[in-house]
């Protein structure tokens, strides 16, 4: 077995062959700008890590890592524009170092570039894989309606909001690690088994942004610091928040909400009132709840006890992410 960092690197000495800039070059500029941000690369490497696993032939997952990573930032650029999200990564996103319309376009070119990525593989492969392509693809479409809908509604409950999630984040990880396995040509039992843990792993790896989006530090999480507070969206911290606090704090809360300012004061006063109802512990929890779903079924899969192992200490080690 790769170490995990060993996936990393050849996967991005991949991307740089594969991403050049090219005319017109206000087109692919940003295009290259956002793929060499960086990032955890942690969709990727679950492709081939998850090929490698199955024995199957890491060679031949390239590119269809190459294609969840494109589409993936694809989704960041016009995520950022929604959110007029100044930062990523700790550096300009793309709307704010060029403009609006380039991003928008670049974006764009970066789905269709994501689709070309899958053109390598022979046909039965290639079906599969454009099936559960497009199947994610439109699910985190669905997502991101909903992560908006849910900022002008007070009556989101924590289910709604993890149907969210899992459709805006953790189904594009669970594809990931099927989209190895399919190319590794495994039995569809497995297939599911495998996409079932990425599904539960996507959504505790997403309860964890949310949590450190409040109570991360901005030099290593990349991204500002209570994003999620200004922008009103409607998170498990906010949500249980709502559930657990007495009268004056949920009033609080919900008027501290209908504000559209994105000042420092609002941000300060919601993560006090996050604190003062012990939100961090309850999100910990939490996100070990859906890590040990995620655990539990790796003890189905037909691999060894060693490659179990390995993607259970790469769950684990996920979960202690500070960035």
């Given at each position: 077995?790769?170490?995990?960092?060993?996936?990393?690197?050849?996967?991005?000495?991949?991307?740089?062959?594969?991403?050049?800039?090219?005319?017109?070059t206000n087109l692919y500029e940003p295009?290259?700008?956002?793929?060499?941000?960086?990032?955890?690369?942690?969709?990727?490497?679950?492709?081939?890590?998850?090929?490698?696993?199955?024995?199957?032939?890491?060679?031949?997952?390239?590119?269809?890592?190459?294609?969840?990573?494109?589409?993936?930032?694809?989704?960041?650029?016009?995520?950022?524009?929604?959110?007029?999200?100044?930062?990523?990564?700790?550096?300009?996103?793309?709307?704010?170092?060029?403009?609006?319309?380039?991003?928008?376009?670049?974006?764009?070119?970066?789905?269709?570039?994501?689709?070309?990525?899958?053109?390598?593989?022979?046909?039965?492969?290639?079906?599969?894989?454009?099936?559960l392509f497009s199947k994610t693809a439109?699910?985190?479409?669905?997502?991101?309606?909903?992560?908006?809908?849910?900022?002008?509604?007070?009556?989101?409950?924590?289910?709604?909001?993890?149907?969210?999630?899992?459709?805006?984040?953790?189904?594009?990880?669970?594809?990931?690690?099927?989209?190895?396995?399919?190319?590794?040509?495994?039995?569809?039992?497995?297939?599911?088994?495998?996409?079932?843990?990425?599904?539960?792993?996507?959504?505790?790896?997403?309860?964890?942004?949310?949590?450190?989006?409040?109570?991360?530090?901005?030099?290593?999480?990349?991204?500002?610091?209570?994003?999620?507070?200004?922008?009103?969206?409607?998170?498990?911290?906010?949500?249980?928040?709502?559930?657990?606090?007495?009268?004056?704090?949920?009033?609080?809360?919900?008027?501290?909400?209908?504000?559209?300012?994105?000042?420092?004061?609002?941000?300060?006063?919601?993560?006090?009132?996050?604190?003062?109802?012990?939100?961090?512990?309850?999100?910990?929890?939490?996100?070990?709840?859906?890590?040990?779903?995620?655990?539990?079924?790796?003890?189905?899969?037909?691999?060894?006890?060693?490659?179990?192992?390995?993607?259970?200490?790469?769950?684990?080690?996920?979960?202690?992410?500070?960035?």
């Open positions: 077995m790769r170490i995990i960092d060993t996936y990393k690197e050849d996967f991005i000495t991949f991307l740089n062959k594969k991403i050049k800039i090219e005319e017109p295009i290259h700008y956002i793929l060499q941000l960086g990032g955890k690369r942690l969709r990727p490497v679950l492709t081939l890590m998850t090929c490698d696993l199955f024995n199957g032939t890491i060679q031949n997952a390239y590119d269809a890592a190459l294609a969840i990573e494109v589409f993936h930032n694809f989704t960041l650029i016009h995520d950022d524009v929604m959110d007029k999200a100044p930062i990523r990564r700790g550096k300009d996103t793309v709307h704010q170092k060029w403009d609006l319309n380039t991003a928008i376009l670049s974006g764009d070119a970066m789905m269709i570039m994501a689709y070309q990525c899958l053109e390598n593989y022979e046909p039965v492969i290639y079906k599969k894989l454009n099936i439109l699910e985190v479409c669905e997502g991101q309606q909903l992560d908006i809908d849910f900022e002008t509604r007070n009556n989101v409950s924590i289910a709604e909001y993890i149907k969210m999630i899992t459709y805006k984040t953790s189904v594009l990880v669970a594809a990931a690690m099927k989209m190895g396995a399919i190319i590794a040509n495994v039995s569809e039992e497995d297939s599911i088994k495998i996409y079932e843990f990425g599904l539960n792993l996507g959504i505790a790896f997403q309860l964890q942004d949310d949590y450190l989006d409040t109570f991360g530090d901005v030099k290593t999480f990349g991204k500002q610091i209570g994003g999620d507070i200004a922008e009103n969206k409607k998170t498990f911290l906010y949500l249980k928040t709502l559930e657990v606090s007495d009268v004056e704090d949920t009033k609080k809360l919900l008027d501290l909400y209908s504000l559209k300012q994105r000042n420092q004061s609002k941000i300060n006063e919601v993560t006090q009132l996050f604190l003062k109802n012990k939100i961090p512990e309850i999100t910990i929890k939490e996100i070990e709840l859906y890590t040990n779903k995620a655990l539990e079924i790796l003890k189905h899969l037909s691999i060894s006890e060693e490659k179990k192992s390995i993607l259970k200490d790469f769950g684990l080690n996920l979960m202690k992410r500070t960035i």
